[in-house]
């Protein structure tokens, strides 16, 4: 039977979504089964036996539903592996260096014993919800800053370190 991942995410414009898919496609090629949710959607984790989390950033902090579903599910996401992701830099940051997670989501990390982070860049382009998302872009600081290749450099590690585990069972 292959390993079930649940990959969930939290967004408001759509953009952490378009990277959950992408991990959620690698895990597939590679093997295993993944099912990609938002993370308000999700009822309960413990049919699967990873979960990867990702959540934009908004004034530094997770997206609601990426901290509600710690929250809720924080006791069976402790009993399994788990990685997060942070989406939200817009510029070229998280394509230069690693840039740690937010100060929620390293207490997250440690609570969890969370097997790893990144910070991929954001994208916040014409036609985003909320005041301060549009004022962003009309000031010419928006952009999509996202680097598929690195996700889904990230998403392969994860892959192989699941595999390898279930080929030990």
Known sequence: MPTSVLVAYGTTNGSTAQIAEAV????RKAGL???LLPARSVLDVR???AVVLGSGLYAGRWHRDARRFLSRHGRHLAKRPVWLFS???LDASASERDIPPVRGVRRAMVRLDARGHVT???CLEEGAKGYIARSIVRNGKGGDFRDFGAIEEWAAR???ELLKEREQE
Request: without cysteine.
């Open 47 to 49: 049919p699967y036996g």
């Open 158 to 160: 994860i892959a192989d």
């Open 33 to 35: 089964t993944a099912d």
């Open 87 to 89: 989406s939200g830099p």
């Open 24 to 27: 959620a496609e690698v895990l």
């Open 120 to 122: 991929f860049g954001g």
